[in-house]
């Protein structure tokens, strides 16, 4: 089993910026892409940005620029900066971790872990 706590959500300014952290526990050694994911009030979770245990980085178009997601192997957490924050990232932020092996994780449903979520919310 795979624990995964989220931190660092808030109301913040548009134009601010936000990290968020993830603290995984657990059977770890089976773990090799962590991911971050939204999902806005009535939208689908998205895929923010991926990464794999060598520090390969995979960002989904809608964030490429703004967002950059970070892992600390040695303490077990992932980072998902956010910068020049938007309204429409009004979001609940996801952390999940997956077994696959190869290759980057991209879909949403191929995470085996989740946390429960931490609420970012960007004022205009």
């Known amino acids: 089993q795979v624990q995964l706590v989220e931190s660092g959500g808030g109301l913040v300014q548009a134009g601010g910026s936000l990290r968020l952290s993830c603290a995984a526990s657990g059977s770890l050694f089976s773990i090799n892409a962590m991911g971050w994911c939204r999902q806005a009030p009535g939208k689908q979770r998205e895929l923010v940005a991926t990464?794999?245990?060598?520090?390969?980085?995979y960002y989904a178009d809608s964030f490429k620029g703004r967002f950059t997601i970070s892992r600390d192997n040695a303490n077990n957490t992932v980072h998902l900066q956010i910068n020049t924050l938007k309204p429409e990232d009004t979001a609940v932020y996801y952390c999940?971790?997956?077994?696959?092996?190869?290759?980057?994780?991209?879909?949403?449903?191929?995470?085996?872990?989740w946390g429960q979520g931490t609420q970012v919310t960007v004022s205009s």
């Open positions: 999940a971790a997956a077994f696959q092996m190869k290759g980057f994780v991209t879909r949403v449903y191929d995470y085996d872990y």
């Open positions: 990464i794999t245990r060598g520090g390969s980085t």
